[in-house]
Structure formats: C-alpha cells, structure tokens
C-alpha cells in the first residue's frame, strides 16, 4: 500500500531578552552553575512571578508576522510535574486561552511555494538543567543547574500539515530566518535556541483520517529533524506493511547512530493538571501595544525575497540567498545601490560567499571586515573594467584579510593598472600596427594569436593593462579595421 | 498614670518613642520580659525567636514611622532574613529566607521591629493551630481551648499581651476565627492589598496577609503601613489603598446590612448576643440597620475547600527536598527522595489536602470539580456585590462557635472546615472582613463579629469597629489582673 506521511511539528523558540520570563536574572550561558538566579526563578517559598512585558512585546512581533489571531486576554496556566530541574515543580505556560492561534508560516520546499498552517503559539517558561548521575564511591550524584531557569520560550504548534522530511527542513529554515529577522531570537538549534519535536503517523494515500501518531523528542538539529523524521516513517511505514499497529509513543532520536528509543507509551502519558495560574492576571493586549508591535515589524524575509526578484530581477534561488538572513539580505542592498543588482548579487553569491567559507566565518565577520562601502567602491571598479578580472579574484582575499581601501591594497601589492579605455587605446592601436603578421592570422581563424597580441599590449603598458579590456579592445579595432 | 507598657497601645508606644520617651528595646523588653512572658510557656505562641536577634532588630530601628518601636510578631509562613520560616512544617525545618517579605520589609520601613515568628496550623492549613510541627497553640483565655487558626500563635500572642500588633494569612478565615476566639481584632483587607510576596503560599487566589491588633485605631495603623501596591506581586491592588486616617470618625450615616437568616440556626447564643449588642452599639452611634436575607452561596464551603486544596496542591509541589528543606536521608532515586521527603516533612492534615486538590484537577475530573467551584465562586462574588448594594457592611458571626477544646475536632476534619463557615466568603469574593471583639461571656471566653465590606471597604469596617469598641466592651487582656499579682515585679 502506498502511505502518505502525516507531520505535525512542535517548536520552542528562546526569546533573546535580556532578562527572564518572570523575574528580573539576567539570561546568561555558560556563566557559573547557579549564578543567575533569585527566589523566584528558584522557586523559593513565597516568592511570586511577574511578567517580563519585553518578552510580550517580542512574541507580538511574531504572532503580527505569522498572521496569527491574537487574543487580547490570554491565560497562563500551570503545568504540573516533578522534575529536579523544574524549581516549581509545575511550568507557567499557557493552555486553553494562548496569546496566539492560527496563521501560517510561507515555506519555499524544494522550488515549490507552500503555506504551512499553525495551531497555536504561545509563552512559557524555560526549565533548569540536570546533569547526568556522577559516581562517587558507591553513590550516584546528579546536579541540577538553575540559569536557564524560567528563560522565555515561545511553543509555536504546527496543524499535521507537513508530509515530509524536507518539508520539515524547509519549515525549519524559514522559521529560523524569520525570527533571526524579527531579531527576537538567535535560534541556534545547537545551543537550544530552537527547539524542535515532531509528531508522526502514516496513513493510506488519499485518506483524509489521520494514523496513531507519535511524538519524536531530541532533535537537536535541522539534519536531525530531517533524519529522524525519515527513520520514523521508515519505521511506521515497515511495521504497517507487516500488519503491526503503531503505539502511541514518545520516542527519542539519536542522531549519532540513526536510532528511535521509545520513551514512554500512552499509558504512561503524565496528567499535567492544568489550571489557571493563580499568581498572574490575563496577560492584556492592547491595541496601542500591537500598533507598536507592528510598526517596529521589519521587512518579513519572504516578503524581502520576493522583492529581489521583482525589484532586481534576480532569480528566486539568488534571491533566497541573499534573502536568508536580514545581515546579509541589507548587504546586498548596500552594496548594490548605485551598481547592476544582479552583477553584485553574482559578486556576493559567488565570490564573497566562498571567502567566508573558506575561512570558517559567519556572514557577521564578513560585512564587519569588508563594510559595503568598501566592497561597492571595489565591485564599482570591477563593473567599470578597472580592475582586471583574474586579479578581481584575487582582490577579495586582500578584501578578507587586510586592512585598507581599494588603492591602498594596489599599491601594497605592487599593481598599478592602465585602467580606462581610453588610456589602453593607444597601445592597442600601436600593437596592431607594428604586428600586421598575427593580425592577419587571427583574422584567418588562428584564435590562438589573440594571446600574443594581448602579451604585446601587456609589454607596451608596462603590465599596467587589465587583459580582458585588452583583448576587448583589440577584437574592437580589428573589426573596426577590417 | 499611664497604662503599663505592656498593655499599651501600638499608638502610644510608637508616640513615646518618637518623641524619645522610651526606646525601642524598652517597648519589646516591656512584654517579652514582663507579666506576658509568664503565658507564653502555657500558651506557646511563638516559634522562632532570640534574644539577640530581637535585640539587634530594636537597635536597628528607626525612632520614626507609622509604628516605630512598635514590637511586632510575624507568622511563621511570612518570610523574615533573621528567623528560620518554616511554616511550621517538618519539610522546612532549619530554612532561612533569604529575603524579607514585602510586608515584613514595609513594617521594618514603619519603624517596627520584627520579634519572631508565631505559631500556626502546617502551612496554614487548619482552624486551631494544633497541626503544627512545633506543637499547639493554646487559647490564653482558656488553656483547655484553641486560639483557632491557623493563625493562632499571632493572635495569641496580641491577646495576652506579648505584642501590640501581629501579622497573620488568611485563605478561609485564618485571622479572623483566631482573632475571635482570643478576643482581638483580625483584619482581612481587599485581596490584593498587602502584597503576597514573601508569603508562602497556600491557595494563591484566597491568600491575604491580614493584621492582629487589641486596638481598632493600631490595625488602622498598620494596614496604612503595609497597604500598597507592590511590583513583586503581580495580583497586588495598582490602585490607591483606602484612606483609613477616619477610623474614628464615627458611623453616622452608615448602613450596615443584618443577615438574621445566617445565625438563626447553629450559632452559639453567646456569639447571637454579642452580635446584637453591636449592632445597637452601631445604632446609637448613628449607624442604620438593614435586615436582610442573605444565603452566600449554599456551595461556599465545598467551592472553598476545592479552590484552595487545588491550589495548594500545586503550590506545595515546590518543597521536594531538593533545593531546599527536608531531604529524606534513605532516598535511592529521585523519585523515593521525592516520595520520601514529602511523606516524611507533610504532616496529615497537609497530605490530605494535597491529595485532595490534586484528585480536584485530574484529568477527567477537572470539569466537574475545579471548574465547577470556580463557577460558584463567580456566583458568590455577585451576591457579595449584590448585598453590598444596599448597605455599607454587613454583621455576621465571624465563627459559628465559641473557641473549643484542644483535640475536640481534631480528628473529624469536615467539623473543622465546616467551623470556617463565616469567613471563607470574603475569600472566595476578594473582599475584606474584620473580625470585632464584643467581651467575654460569664465563663470568661471572648465573643466576636464579623464586619465584611466591599472591595475597597477597610475605612467603613474600622470606623463601624470603632464605634463598637467606643460603645460596647473594649477589648482586654485575658485575666489581666491575675497575671500582674502573680508577677513579682522584678524588673
Ligand atoms: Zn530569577
């Protein structure tokens, strides 16, 4: 039987505010264990929470971008369970009255235009961290670790609308930019920024009811959400074409060697107990509070990408990636004012963006040591045939790694360039009149002569002339002469 | 001649030492080393306390403010830097604070100085104070009876004489009933009114810090000192505290609302008698009666007990052993350290209601149970509003009983809850109570009534407890006058 996959994802989004959800420690990694924390993040007695109304003012932009409806009287609930690094003992986070429902996320996959809808977005609380038993002796030891403790997180719920893994991938990768535009999370998938589950079931082709799902945690990376989304359809897909019965199920995915662990089953699913949260009131939006959301909204990427396309006339694939992230996407626009767009865009994608992978950078390092006036005066030069091409290439390693303008980098290594036409004409015209010989041949169709006749400008200039306007010049006036 | 130290009023010692008259370490020594100090052996108010720490603190404060020198005992669920807060549970044996309270900061700020830390029912779950780790709190008036609860070590501890003002929580009644049976005034503002902050939690939604004092005009005091918006408690009231400066501008005018339905059955004809003699001490001071039937919520009680067991069932979760408290020593896993730890620092009255409130918001019981109570409480709320419509406060009983016997309920926890008949409305409705004292019957118990307002109402329930005061019986110390012969006089 043929099947068709079924994927509903969960995302958690760490919100880049400067202090937690609902208290005033600062969010800070990779300080000292325990060190960014108070009585409320701790969960100590008496001690209550209160809102970070930054944290509400990013999660609008989102909500905005996204379309989604917005409630102007949310709820935070409390879910309850034991976990040693929940300091409560219960997560503030939002049930059946979330500041968010619905809106869709426009996902490119594959070339193809998709709309992904959502079911909901909303706010929580970040848990601590455990460490794994340490043995001393003949005691295990495990430790937990409060500065991720009560971190803002968005929980962003997909419909089941995604079917496959690439599908995943392409959502994965336009969220990511969106919010890195938003500027409202770094979204490291690495570092925990996002967060990924994704809920699985498989059903016949063309059937409109859904399978028994279940729910794939640990995946730490859009690979891994890739992956361990293929091995799970793999797997449900071999044990319904045997005749097994899917369980409903947690699993976890191991990226390091390709493998699925069940986790917990059905029945042994917590009952979180929620109910409202007792300690803070309806979370209240105000009309003045998303007219300020929206106004602070930038350019949405997909909207940016489409602009390139219609504005530029780059092509959608250039356009995407010069689109991806808003750092590189402004670049581009910087360095393309006043220049052929899609000659800079060619420049950049090719050229500037090898250099950054070769040298390991991030496009960040990149614009800060090569700013966009300094690369549009550089790509001005290349546009006009002031510097020759081979050398141009060059030049983006000087770019990289030295400091200085565009002159300077000439003159530091030793080449002066007859840049102009007008400058290299003369010559031109004098090398064709002394070599009447090779004229002739290349006239014939020895193409190969061109090569000497270039040399002979190259000598009468003093390896001053860019080649390729040499040679231009010269495939002129021959057929001017001819 | 002016009164004794001892017996002085929060007013007139926070006046002698302003004016430089006394200092105060005088005032705290006054009752912690004179006549008081004989009951608390018997009555065992206090939990916390040194000498040291008592002393340090009266050195520390400021000769001014609305209470300054005014010694002040705190309950054992309000979170103070300088004595353990154990809301006197074993899980929480030998935990410091790390941070006073908003309420506890607010009276440091006033002047007073914080004595220590009173006894109360385990997490202020109870109605007489004898589910405390520490042991139970006895009435001073009767050391056979209970002070009620949970607040009893508070209100004791004012009753005899130990301190002028003390500070207690109430989620169903928890400083009015105590502050009735030991014959003091116990207040209960407007949910939200004195910030939550440092106050251990019980049921969030019903909790209110409230104030223990034998004078009407020192609650006043008080609740204008610690009333106020606080950033830290997001629930806390953003708007003004009421004016209660006019505590003592009478009540004329004023209409109190007079529920006779409420005691015509099941109320101690004592507490039936006090609640007639205040209202014509009300009467002849100007106020207006309104009869009136009132039925607030025949559900009140069953809605309470599962708001406030669903909270605390969450609210406890937090004392696990693993940050903090006790941690059973023979854990081999986290969930036996869990199991344990709990099992071992909850007394049974706590692990009832624990299991209760959790049961409450199961899955596939929450509808019939949580949901359900909080609808009566909507309810409930409207017809305070509603009664509130035709008078200004109304006079009820604040208990059903005179105070009873140590051990009497103890073992039957329906009678116990039913006991907070009285006051659970104000908590389930947001609005203030205050509790009156109206004398001593002839066998030398204290009776009481209850005030309720509206939200916002604290100014009308003072000058309507004034008016009492000034009219009927004022308040006054258990056997007084037996305490100061059997008192040698040393000091
Ligand atoms: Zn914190």
């Known amino acids: 039987m043929a099947w068709e996959a079924v994927i509903g994802l969960e995302c958690h989004i760490q919100l880049r505010t400067r202090t937690k959800m609902f208290c005033e420690c600062e969010v800070v990694f990779g300080d000292e264990a325990n060190s960014h924390v108070c009585p409320t993040c701790l969960g100590l007695p008496g001690a209550l929470p209160r809102l970070n109304a930054g944290a509400i003012r990013m999660a609008l932009r989102l909500g905005l971008a996204l379309g989604c409806d917005i409630r102007h009287e949310s709820q935070f609930a409390r879910k309850n369970y034991f976990y040693p690094d929940m300091p409560k003992n219960y997560q503030i986070t939002q049930y059946d009255r979330p500041l968010f429902e619905h809106g869709t996320l426009p996902v490119v996959v594959e070339g193809e235009a998709r709309e992904f809808a959502l079911t909901r977005i909303h706010c929580e609380e970040d848990a601590g961290k455990s460490f794994h038993p340490e043995r001393t002796g003949d005691r295990s030891r495990s430790r937990v670790e409060f500065n991720r403790a009560g971190t803002p997180l968005l929980e962003l719920v997909t419909e089941p609308v995604l079917r496959s893994p690439a599908d995943c991938a392409a959502f994965l990768v336009t969220l990511r930019r969106l919010v890195r535009a938003l500027g409202i999370s770094d979204a490291d998938m690495e570092k925990g920024q996002l967060r990924c589950d994704a809920n699985v079931s498989l059903r016949p082709e063309g059937a409109s009811l859904l399978g028994v799902k279940t729910e794939l945690k640990n995946l730490n990376s859009i690979k891994g959400v890739e992956r361990g989304v293929a091995a799970e359809i793999e797997r449900q897909r071999r044990a319904l074409d045997s005749g097994e019965r899917i369980v409903q199920a947690t699993l976890l995915y191991d990226a390091d060697h390709d493998k699925l662990a069940i986790m917990r089953t059905k029945e042994q699913a917590h009952d979180y107990r929620y109910f409202p949260d007792p300690d803070l009131p309806l979370l209240v939006v105000s009309e003045a509070e998303l007219e300020q959301a929206r106004a602070s909204l930038p350019e949405l990427p997909w909207r940016r990408v489409q602009r390139f396309v219609a504005q530029y006339g780059l092509p959608p694939y250039d356009a995407a990636v010069l689109g991806d992230s808003r750092e590189l996407a402004d670049y581009y626009e910087e360095c393309a004012a006043g220049l052929d767009p899609k000659f800079v865009a060619n420049w950049l994608m090719t050229e500037a963006l090898r250099a950054v992978n070769e040298r390991a950078w991030d496009v960040a390092r990149w614009t800060a040591q090569v700013p966009a006036a300094r690369m549009a005066d550089f790509l001005g030069r290349v546009a006009r045939k002031e510097l020759p091409g081979p050398l141009a290439k060059q030049f983006i390693g000087w770019l990289a790694d030295e400091a200085g303008g565009v002159d300077e980098l000439l003159a530091r290594h030793g080449v002066s360039v007859k840049g102009t036409a007008e400058d290299l004409r003369p010559i031109v015209k004098a090398v064709l009149d002394e070599n009447p010989g090779p004229v002739a041949q290349y006239l014939a169709g020895k193409t190969v002569t061109m090569g000497f006749l270039v040399g002979q400008v190259m000598k009468k200039s003093g390896g001053q002339a860019v080649p390729t306007l040499a040679q231009q010049l010269l495939i002129e006036e021959m057929a001017a002469r001819s | ?491």
């Open chain 2, 1 to 491: 001649m002016s009164r004794p130290l001892w017996k002085e009023s929060a007013a007139a010692i926070s006046a002698r030492v302003r004016a430089g008259e006394i200092t105060a370490v005088e005032a705290m020594d006054a009752g912690w080393d004179g006549p008081a100090s004989l009951w608390e052996h018997d009555v065992h108010a206090v939990v916390h306390t040194d000498r040291e720490a008592r002393h340090a603190a009266a050195e520390a404060a400021p000769a001014r403010g609305l209470l300054a020198g005014v010694p002040v005992l705190v309950k054992d669920n309000l979170c103070t830097v300088d004595y353990p807060t154990t809301c006197c549970s074993r899980i929480l044996a030998g935990y410091h604070a790390p941070y006073d309270a908003t309420v506890v900061r607010r009276l440091r700020e006033a002047g007073a100085v914080i004595v220590g830390k009173g006894n109360m029912d385990e997490f202020a779950m109870g109605s007489s104070t004898e589910f405390s780790c520490y042991g139970p709190t006895r009435n001073p008036w009767d050391l056979s009876r209970v002070p009620g609860g949970s607040s009893g070590g508070p209100a004791a501890a004012v009753a005899y004489g130990l301190v002028p003002v003390a500070l207690g929580s109430d989620t169903g009644g928890s400083v009015r009933q105590p502050a009735a049976f030991c014959g003091v005034y116990g207040l209960k503002p407007t949910y939200g009114r004195l910030s939550r902050y440092g106050l251990v939690a019980f049921g969030s939604s019903l909790d209110q810090v409230g104030i223990f004092a034998r004078h009407a005009g020192d609650v006043a005091t008080t609740f204008a000192a610690l009333a106020g918006w606080d950033e830290y408690d997001a629930t806390s009231r953003p708007a003004p505290a009421p004016d209660v400066s006019n505590w003592d501008a009478g009540v004329t005018g004023l209409r109190f609302g007079w529920p006779a339905n409420l005691w015509a059955n099941g109320v101690d004809g004592a507490i039936v008698d006090a609640l007639e003699r205040s209202a014509n001490a009300l009467e002849r001071a100007g106020g207006t009666r309104v009869p009136m039937e009132f039925l607030p919520g025949e559900y009140a009680v069953a809605a309470y007990y599962l708001v406030a067991t669903a909270e605390a069932s969450s609210n406890l979760a937090r004392f696990d052993g693993v940050r903090y408290g006790l941690r059973s020593s023979d854990a081999t896993d986290v969930r036996s350290l869990y199991v344990r730890s709990r099992s071992e620092g909850f007394g049974p009255e706590v692990r009832r209601r624990i299991l209760l409130g959790t049961y409450a918001l199961s899955s596939g019981y929450y509808d019939a149970y949580y949901l359900q109570a909080q609808r009566a409480r909507t309810r409930i709320r409207r017809e305070y509003a509603r009664a509130f419509e035709s008078c200004d406060f109304l006079l009820l009983p604040a208990a059903p009983t005179l105070p009873f016997r140590v051990g009497e309920k103890v073992d039957d926890p329906l009678a116990m809850y039913l006991s907070d008949v009285f006051t659970i409305g104000a908590n389930l409705a947001g609005t203030p109570g205050l509790s009156v004292p109206v004398g001593v019957t002839p066998e030398g118990l204290p009776t009481a009534v209850q005030l309720l307002g509206p939200q916002d109402g604290e100014g009308a329930l003072l000058r309507a407890a004034r008016a009492i005061e000034v009219n009927g019986d004022v308040a006054r110390l258990p056997r007084e006058h037996e305490v100061e012969a059997s008192w040698p006089g040393k000091r």
